[in-house]
C-alpha cells in the first residue's frame, strides 16, 4: 500500500480552452459511474470561494473535470461531464460552499438525434461504428469510441447472421439504436468521461485486473448479495466501468437471499468464482480533500477470463 499515501486531487471547471484551476480548494465529491443506459453523475462541494469566482464560475463555465489519487501512485481522471445545476449557501458563519452537480455525456444522452441510411451487406461492427460515429441531426457531436475498446466489438453477430439481409434507414435518438444493437448482439453500452464504450455481456474491458485485498486498499469484507459482489476500497482511479478487479473468495462473505427476507429463493445471492475475478458494474467514488473519505465502492459479477478472453484479442475497430 506504499503508493496509495499522500492524497491528490484536480478540480477543474472550464468552457472549450478557457479554465479555471479549483485544485488548492477543499472540497469533497461523490460520484457515480455504471454500467448502464444513463448519464454518469458528479456532486461536488468547492469550500470558501470568493464571491467573484463564484459568480465567474456561475457565468463563464459548463465542464467539470475531477482526478484524484495520490502523489507517488495511481492518479487519473474519475469524472468528466457537463455542468447542470448550482447552489450556494453556509454551513456555519466562517465556511461558505457553492455545490456543483453534473453529468456525463448528458446532451449525447438526451438530444443526439442520427438520420442515416445503411447499405446491405453491413456487418454488425459496421453498423455499430455508423451509430457512434453520426452526426447528429441537430449539431450534438459524437462521442468517441473508449481508447482501450479495440476488439471488443469484432465478434459481434456471432451465431447470428453477420451482415444486414437489406438496407436499413435509422432515424432517431442515438441512445436506442445503440441500446437496440447492444441487445441483440449480447452487449452492454454506456458513456463514460465523454468515451462510447460497448462490452460484451460475458466479457470484460482490455487490461490488467485491479487487485482488492488487504494490503492494496480492501476496506472491510466484501460481501455477495442478490445484487453482486460488494465491496469498498480506497479511492483507485484505475477502476472502470465493464473492467475487471480480482478478490480473493475466501475474503467475500456469502449473504443468502433468505437473510435479506426472501424465504423462498435459492440459498446462494450472487455467484463467486475461485479465480476471483469480477467485472464492475458500478463504481461510486467519495472524497474530500481535507477529510476522511477517499474510498470507491463497486458492485460487481463473476467472470470467466478463460472463457472471455476470446473477446479481449481479437482485431481492433477498422
Known sequence: MANQFGRQASLIVSTGT??????????????????EQAPNTLYVRIYNLADSTVKTIQKEFTTVTLQAGYENGNY???????????????ERNIDSY???????????????VIGLSLAAGQTPQQVIQ?????????????????????????????????????????????????????????????????QFVVVPITGYRPGEAVVLS????????????????????????????????????????QITLQQQGLQYAP??????????????????????TRGNDWYVDVTCLAVDVSASNQNNSVQAFG
Not at 447492444?182 to 454506456?190: L, T, V
Not at 469498498?232 to 482511479?237: G, K, M
Not at 484505475?238 to 475466501?250: H, K
Not at 440459498?267 to 474530500?288: C, I, M, N, P, W
Open 18 to 35: 478557457q479554465g479555471l484551476d479549483l485544485s488548492e480548494m477543499r472540497f469533497k465529491f461523490q460520484t457515480r459511474n455504471a454500467d
Open 76 to 90: 487519473g481522471i474519475i469524472f468528466s461531464g457537463t455542468i447542470k445545476q448550482f447552489a450556494t449557501g453556509r
Open 98 to 112: 457553492l455545490d456543483v452537480w453534473a453529468a456525463d455525456s448528458d446532451e449525447f444522452y438526451n438530444f443526439s
Open 130 to 194: 455508423a451509430i457512434q460515429s453520426a452526426q447528429s441531426v441537430n449539431g450534438v457531436a459524437p462521442l468517441p469510441f473508449a481508447t482501450d475498446a479495440s476488439g471488443l466489438i469484432a465478434g459481434a453477430g456471432a451465431g447470428t447472421a453477420q451482415t444486414l439481409s437489406r438496407g436499413k434507414t435509422m432515424f432517431g435518438m442515438t441512445r436506442d439504436y445503440a441500446r437496440d444493437w447492444a441487445q441483440k448482439y449480447g452487449y452492454r453500452w454506456s458513456m463514460q468521461n465523454g
Open 214 to 253: 488487504s494490503t492494496t486498499g480492501l476496506i472491510g469484507i466484501p460481501e455477495a448479495t442478490n445484487d453482486g459482489v460488494r465491496a469498498r476500497a480506497l479511492l483507485n482511479p484505475l477502476i472502470r466501468i465493464g473492467g475487471l478487479v480480482q478478490i480473493a473468495q475466501s475474503d467475500i462473505n
Open 267 to 288: 440459498a446462494v445471492a450472487t455467484v463467486t468464482t475461485a479465480a476471483g475475478f469480477y467485472k464492475v458494474l458500478v463504481a461510486e467514488h467519495s472524497g474530500d
